[in-house]
């Protein structure tokens, strides 16, 4: 353990949201933090906190709270408010398509998925409060420069888990190319039995990485990114780890634009180093669906649909989405194209009688 009167070099921050069936199980929070606060070692000048943020199960909440406390980890809680979540509308953003359109053969033209996210697009201020992705990452990152002295702020996913060796590996990199580079980033590894932290081979990540930032670090993550979004891959396209943004809508919030080139496929001026990896742990569905990214995504997309139909119905608003048909591996298509329209047409509906904080059932 560091000394407690030495400030920690680093302070590492997990970010705890709410669990979001059929993307992970119901209790996949509470699994794994459990299995983090039991096996993750100990690191020499480095302070752990927890960000529970906005946890709307409040007996899970105070469940983790217990345990940190238990376990005499650091925490901060970011609340969820339900009198401003009943203040979130639906989103139709300029250029959204018409009724019109959505009876058109041009509609029934579209794949299955695109669809779907013209769905997730009513839901984006929904998601921004209640998932609050980049807001948190930037609460953690803030607070480490502000309330803490740490020289570098790990802003990592809740269900991240380092060993030993990963730190090491970090550590030394930070040691050695520190003073010229402001961010590190972590490759990811998913993992389907949590007890693969333990075994002996040689390891390097390949998912989409955590971010380390130096406390003189200038950006931040851009919170108008929704989660399912590619709220990080902004950032990272940013700094130069990814080539583009990619938008599926052109109403959709822009990245910012990168200062890096890229010439066959090689980087150039990248404002980051890759180093080490973290373990994601197993997210305690579906073991065979997590390393296929197409069914991870529509996985995501169904648990962020009843996550925001469930909110909105304990918020007193009436219910909009039909029952979902199961996920298949080939299209994600949990409903027909008649009942697209019919969601869109009444989300619609009810945005326009917006004029109270909740609608009545």
Known sequence: MRNLHTPPA???YRIIGNDLPPRHSSNQTLVNVLFILENEPLFENVEKIWILNRIVN?????????????YKQSYIRIAFDWNKYRRVSYYFPLNYPSN?????KNFYKLTPMNKIRLIDTIYHKKNLYAMNNNGARNFALRHGKHQTYAQWLMIFDGNCYLSESAFEQIQNSLVKNGSRIKYFLVPMIRIVDNQDVFRQVKRSGSEEPQVIFRRDSDIEFLENIRYGRGPKEEILTLLGAMKSFWRPFKWE????KSSVTFENNITFNPRFQYTSFVFRLYS???ADHELLDGVRGCSRLYGIFLFLENLDLQAGRAKLLPPMSPINSINCTPWTTQEIQGIIET???RERNFNSPFETK
């Open 10 to 12: 680093v302070v590492l």
């Open 58 to 70: 409040t007996k899970l909440e105070e469940t983790l709270i217990n345990l940190l406390s238990q």
């Open 100 to 104: 019109d359109y959505l009876r058109s």
């Open 253 to 256: 919030p822009e990245g910012r």
């Open 284 to 286: 305690g569905y579906h």
């Open 347 to 349: 989300a619609r509906e």
